[in-house]
T-cell receptor
Framework: GAVVSQHPSRVICKSGTSVKIECRSLDFQATTMFWYRQFPKKSLMLMATSNEGSKATYEQGVEKDKFLINHASLTLSTLTVTSAHPEDSSFYIC????????????FGPGTRLTVL | KNQVEQSPQSLIILEGKNCTLQCNYTVSPFSNLRWYKQDTGRGPVSLTIMTFSENTKSNGRYTATLDADTKQSSLHITASQLSDSASYICVVSATGTASKLTFGTGTRLQVTL
């Protein structure tokens, strides 16, 4: 149990385009999902907390208009990187909190975004 | 400020050898501490989770210890295998903020022949 998937696993896009990343909890319902960014050889950095049916809460320094988050259902959250630039290239990881185990977070496999 | 520090930053060991990774934290009030394994290009996978009252917890060849008084934890890997090569991340959560995790910077372990 507690499987979280992300799609796509890798994406390469041109500068100025938008990219959508999906995060799904496959075998449980998650009222809260999280989006992280990870730079090479660094640890995960929380970008935003996403609650089903409400607006996401963004961490300081994260542009909400740049990184659009939608949590439309209890099993799906999406992160859209709008007007992507090379500096947005990174490894994006989502996690889903499982209420039945004290909201422990289960992480997805990550999405490697490369902006040319 | 809540912080988690790990040492060493990186480590190279021979296959079959044991190793111990360290984690010091200043997260308060403490709720639990987790060790994750992260393979390159993958998401973190939980190895152990320890609460305040637990001193030791094992998961196969992985054994985690926790000293809540000194705010230190260790992860001991026994009889290392090539597949153990990964980053090991110590993550601490504070009471009342189960959703907000404080991540260590990780230890990059390389197991060689």
């Amino acid at each position: 149990g507690a499987v979280v998937s992300q799609h796509p696993s890798r994406v390469i896009c041109k500068s100025g385009t938008s990219v959508k990343i999906e995060c799904r909890s496959l075998d449980f319902q998650a009222t809260t999902m999280f989006w992280y960014r990870q730079f090479p050889k660094k640890s995960l950095m929380l970008m935003a907390t996403s609650n089903e049916g409400s607006k996401a809460t963004y961490e300081q320094g994260v542009e909400k208009d740049k990184f659009l988050i939608n949590h439309a259902s209890l099993t799906l959250s999406t992160l859209t990187v709008t007007s992507a630039h090379p500096e947005d290239s990174s490894f994006y990881i989502c996690s889903a909190a499982m209420p039945s185990v004290g909201n422990e977070q289960f992480f997805g496999p990550g999405t490697r975004l490369t902006v040319l | 400020k809540n912080q988690v520090e790990q040492s060493p930053q990186s480590l190279i060991i021979l296959e079959g050898k044991n190793c111990t990774l360290q984690c010091n934290y200043t997260v308060s009030p403490f709720s639990n501490l987790r060790w994750y394994k992260q393979d390159t290009g993958r998401g973190p996978v939980s190895l152990t989770i320890m609460t305040f009252s637990e001193n030791t917890k094992s998961n196969g060849r992985y054994t985690a210890t926790l000293d809540a008084d000194t705010k230190q934890s260790s992860l001991h890997i026994t009889a290392s295998q090539l597949s153990d090569s990964a980053s090991y991340i110590c993550v601490v959560s504070a009471t009342g903020t189960a959703s907000k995790l404080t991540f260590g910077t990780g230890t990059r372990l390389q197991v060689t022949l």
